[in-house]
């Protein structure tokens, strides 16, 4: 009787300290919700991957040395290559953007692509013979927005044209490039 | 108006054609690597190459020097650089100075076309080689011609060198030899004035006297 009187409690202790940590600690259930949709999903070594919209269209490749899936579906990758066919418009021909880095974060929604060390950005029109090139740290492309947002010090150069600064902003659907805080000489 | 004192002599600007140099103005050598030294902030367009930049410094060779608040450079047919210049315009060349709201500065590849400023009232100054004086002038328009390396003033013109001063509608000054020409008939109110004083030596101070001297 004692042994039984003994378990009960066991098992009401267990119970009270269960309830306690899943509905008066909800902040705590929340982060540990975080932390499995931070959990990989899969992990990959040299990889090509071919991200999709929900028509079945090609968004954007991915080629790189090292992919993780998180289990929300957001992508991490080392030592990539990203290559990405914004749609043309009326008033533009179509182009092709590549871009190299260190590591990259993608959303699995898609929306901007972060992009960080060694950072090396190449945007060619069809029937452009010299691309434009963007060197930085650190790199953010806007896929929906067709935008290449820069706050490191940037080296830009376009054909013959070679601009440095901190901070830079490419319309890639107007073709017009932003340059601040600008230094270093521009030969004409 | 005219002037007249006893030591000055009025002359119309068609005396302006005798102090011309005979000589024939000889083109500077205006070729040198063209560059924006400094700059805050630009806008490139990658569909025609053209650049606007902002708190612009140019630089062409050793000889020229360009601030100017905006700059608008646009490469055109023939290797045709052309730089649209606004906000506090001034430009060094040589040791002429000009000033002006607005400017259109042309090269062909690397090499100084013309130089065209505009306002309300832009200046011009430039120290002649061996001379003493500064020449100033004020125009409504003035150009600099890379070729003949010669300054066209033009619209409500005033010049002065010390000596020479002209309020006329167009003046033309080489800037090989400082000399100035006015092509135009004499307009109504064109009035050039020279003052032959103005070039005379100023005499020699005398030995101080040793009784006064400390």
Redesign the interface.
Known sequence: MKKILIAVLVLAAVAAAAWFGVVRKPEQARVAQAVQEDRPDFEAQGVLLRQLDAQGKLQYEIEAERVIQLANGDVQASRLSFHHQPPPGSRRKPQRWNLTAENGDFPAEGGIVQLSGNVRAEGREDGDRTPLVITTESLQYDINGEVVTVTAEVDITDGGNNFKGRGARVNIATGIVTVESGHGKISL | MARFRSDRRTAGTALLLALAAMNPAVPAELSG???????????????D?S?S?DDAR?SHGSDMSIKAGRAV?ALLPGNV?RLTLSGGVHIDYRGAVLDAETALVV?RGQQLQSARVQGSQATFSHQPAGSPRRVRGQANAIEFDGASNRVRFSGKTSYTDGRTECNVEELYYSLADGSIINNRPQGENDRCTVDLDAGARVPTPRTPDRSTSQ
């Open positions: 690597a063209l560059t924006i030294d400094s700059w805050s902030r630009l806008e490139h367009n990658v569909q190459d650049t930049i140019i450079r650089n090269f």
